[in-house]
């Protein structure tokens, strides 16, 4: 099971909204070569962690199968964020579009980037809460401990879920075998 994490603060090109800017990102992110888009989960409006004075994020996560190595996985995922305009600077920045390997089949690695899995994924409910709904059977590969179950260990975080976008299908990618928010 492969788990992308998606998320945007800032107006992405053209000044598309951060909602709009994800939902592109993941119809791009669903048509990488040698992966299939298994589920997308609902998205949700957050408030930046950390507290800052940025403006919400919108966030989601994307259950993908395939193969892929690290490396190149999170390669295609820069391209498709400097495409939306991502600029890398300052850390916990606002951002047009950040992509996030947050589990790769597993695999645990400190060196090189990607690390796998995420390093503070656990600690975030924006990625916790949408993982929870397309990967209930999801365990941390270090911690060994479901996303809902990390996810209520948290400290209330500022979290709504968002109604579903009208043409949700007409971002999906051809072949697109999962269900809205199901895994």
Request: one cysteine or more; proline letters at 13%; hydrophobic letters at 50%.
């Amino acid at each position: 099971m492969i788990l992308v994490a998606i998320g945007a603060n800032l107006p992405g090109p053209g000044g598309m909204a951060p909602r709009q800017t994800c939902e592109r990102a993941l119809a791009e992110v669903a048509r990488l070569p040698g992966l299939t888009l298994v589920a997308a989960s609902p998205w949700y409006e957050t408030a930046p962690v950390p507290p800052s004075g940025q403006p919400p994020y919108i966030n989601g996560v994307v259950r993908l199968a395939g193969a892929i190595a690290p490396e190149a996985l999170l390669a295609a995922l820069q391209a498709i964020e400097a495409r939306f305009g991502r600029v890398r600077g300052v850390a916990n920045a606002a951002r047009t579009l950040d992509l996030d390997i947050i589990d790769l089949d597993g695999h645990r690695r400190a060196a090189p980037d990607p690390i796998l899995p995420h390093p503070r994924a656990h600690e975030r409910g924006f990625v916790l809460a949408p993982l929870a709904d397309i990967a209930p059977d999801w365990r941390h590969p270090v911690l060994g401990e479901s996303a809902s179950a990390l996810l209520a260990a948290l400290p209330a975080q500022a979290i709504r879920r968002l109604p579903p976008p009208e043409a949700a299908m007409s971002v999906a990618a051809p072949g697109f075998r999962g269900h809205w928010g199901e895994a």
